[in-house]
């Protein structure tokens, strides 16, 4: 089972170049100097990103960082899995954040290889390395948008626990109900793992309309219309998402959330800027 200590990490995803490369390697310094428990770093549905993230995860590896590869089985075949896997127990890596993924479009039907869903993708893992990875899932306290309805969808998170999950991240969402909802209809079922809350900092509004539009969080109305009202002040909307972000994790930490793990975007300023003002340990400069 997981740790009993709440658990702090970071999200990040494979730079397309070598220019991002190397502006990651610094964000990645200093994200690491606060202590996180752990960085994941995102795949790519269909392995679009396949070698991008193996570079990242390598070099993360190097640097001696907890690494947690994101593993997303759509599109790809058993061997190409097993594969995968072999590449990073290779390397020592002990975690892997296992999902589904979403096929780029373009990948039709036909194009969905050996899995369908992280529940069977949970199955092969724990079939072929037994206890070897330390397994989290994808949680989706607003429900998944491609869920035929919420009962299902818990369902299908209990099939992923059943599998072989040791703990779970949740999509981002804006409304602590949602969250706490969530976690009371897991132990309802008897689902005991951690369910860390997916922290999304605000920086920019109408990259988060978009996004959010497509993974089905909700952006209340109350926040959607103030972010609107700023136009493009960053400097307000960054304020404003700090200040509403900060007290969600603050909200979310004393209901219990067994830690939080930070959507970075890459950038290390506001998932730091969070860090130090919930006062979790680390030192944390110049910001
Ligand atoms: C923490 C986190 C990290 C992520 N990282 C990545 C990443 O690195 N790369 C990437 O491509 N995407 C990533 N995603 C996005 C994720 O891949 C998508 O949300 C995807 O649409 C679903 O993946 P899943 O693992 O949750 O799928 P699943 O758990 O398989 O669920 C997908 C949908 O199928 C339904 N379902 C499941 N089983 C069944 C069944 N037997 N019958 C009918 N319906 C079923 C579920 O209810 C849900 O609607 C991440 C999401 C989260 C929350």
């Excluded at 994101?70 to 190409?80: F, I, K, N, P, Q």
């Excluded at 037994?130 to 989290?136: A, C, L, N, T």
């Excluded at 996004?211 to 609107?228: A, K, N, V």
């Amino acid at each position: 089972m997981s740790e009993i200590q709440p658990t702090f990490s970071f999200e990040l995803f494979p730079p397309k170049t070598p220019e991002g490369m190397e502006k990651l390697k610094a964000q990645v310094e200093l994200l690491n100097a606060v202590g996180p428990r752990y960085f994941s770093c995102t795949y790519g549905a269909g392995g679009s990103t396949r070698e991008r993230t193996f570079e990242t995860v390598a070099w993360l590896r190097g640097q001696g960082i907890d690494t947690a590869p994101h593993l997303a089985c759509v599109g790809s075949s058993r061997g190409e899995v097993a594969e995968i896997l072999a590449h990073y127990r290779d390397q020592g890596i002990r975690r892997v954040v296992a999902l589904r993924g979403d096929l780029p479009s373009g990948m039709g039907a036909g194009a969905t290889g050996d899995f369908r869903y992280a529940n069977e993708l949970v199955a092969f893992i724990r079939a072929e390395h037994g206890d070897w990875f330390h397994i989290e899932v994808a949680a989706y306290p607003e429900f998944h948008p491609q869920a035929l309805n919420a009962t299902k969808d818990l369902e299908n998170f209990r099939r992923k626990v059943e599998a072989g999950a040791d703990a779970a991240i949740t999509q981002y969402f804006y409304n602590a109900d949602a969250y706490f909802a969530f976690v009371d209809a897991c132990a309802g079922m008897g689902l005991d793992l951690p369910v860390v809350p997916g922290i999304m900092p605000i920086t920019n509004f109408m990259q988060l309309a978009r996004f959010s539009d497509g993974c089905g969080t909700e952006i209340p109305r109350w926040m959607r219309r103030r972010l609107e009202a700023m136009g493009d002040d960053l400097e307000s909307i960054r304020a404003f998402g700090h200040q509403v972000v900060l007290d969600l994790c603050r909200r979310l930490l004393a209901g219990g959330a067994p830690g939080l793990h930070f959507y970075t975007m890459n950038q290390s300023g506001p998932s730091l800027r969070l860090w130090r003002d919930l006062g979790l340990p680390g030192a944390v400069d110049g910001l």
